[in-house]
C-alpha cells in the first residue's frame, strides 16, 4: 500500500488557475492568473482537518524523499520497502489509487486501453515493465 500512496503522492497536474474581480465597465475581469499544482489526493472529498493535516505531513515527507525512493524504484535490484515506509503515507492516499483504477475499469466496460491510459500516466506501466525486465534478467542469469 505504501508503493499506491508513493503514486498518489507523485500524481499531479499544473492547470490555470485565475483570480477574477467586479469591474463595473466589463462586469468581470481577470485580476491575476497564475498556474497551480494539483495533487490527486486533493480529489479526495472530505471536511476534516485530521485529513487535511495527514494530507500536509504527508506530502512534506514525501517531497524530502522523492528522489531519492524514485533513483530506488529506477534502479534498485530489490524493492524500496524500507524507502516508502519512511513515507508513512496514511492507508487513505492507497486507497485513493485504488479506487481510481477501480472506477476507471468499470466506468470503460473493462476496456484494457483506457487502463493502459491510466496506467502510464500514473507511471505505474513503467514500473510494472522494469520490474519485469529485472525478474527476467534475474532469472536468465
Not at 492507508?91 to 476496456?111: M, P, Q, R, T, W
Request: include cysteine.
Amino acid at each position: 500500500m505504501q508503493f499506491l500512496a508513493f503514486v498518489c503522492l507523485r500524481a499531479h497536474v499544473l492547470v490555470d488557475a485565475a483570480m477574477t474581480c467586479w469591474d463595473a465597465a466589463r462586469s468581470l475581469a481577470v485580476r491575476s492568473s497564475t498556474q497551480h499544482t494539483a495533487h490527486l489526493m486533493q480529489c479526495l472529498l472530505h471536511s476534516r482537518k485530521a485529513l487535511l493535516y495527514k494530507q500536509r505531513d504527508a506530502l512534506a515527507r514525501f517531497q524530502r524523499g522523492q528522489e531519492e525512493i524514485a533513483r530506488a524504484l529506477e534502479n534498485g535490484h530489490t524493492f524500496s520497502w524500507a524507502m516508502l515506509a519512511r513515507l508513512q503515507a496514511p492507508k487513505f492516499l492507497g486507497d485513493i489509487v485504488e479506487s481510481l483504477l477501480h472506477a476507471v475499469y468499470l466506468d470503460s466496460n473493462s476496456d484494457m486501453d483506457a487502463m493502459r491510459g491510466v496506467l502510464e500516466r500514473l507511471g505505474l506501466m513503467v514500473e510494472a515493465q522494469a520490474r519485469l525486465v529485472k525478474r527476467l534478467a534475474y532469472v536468465q542469469v
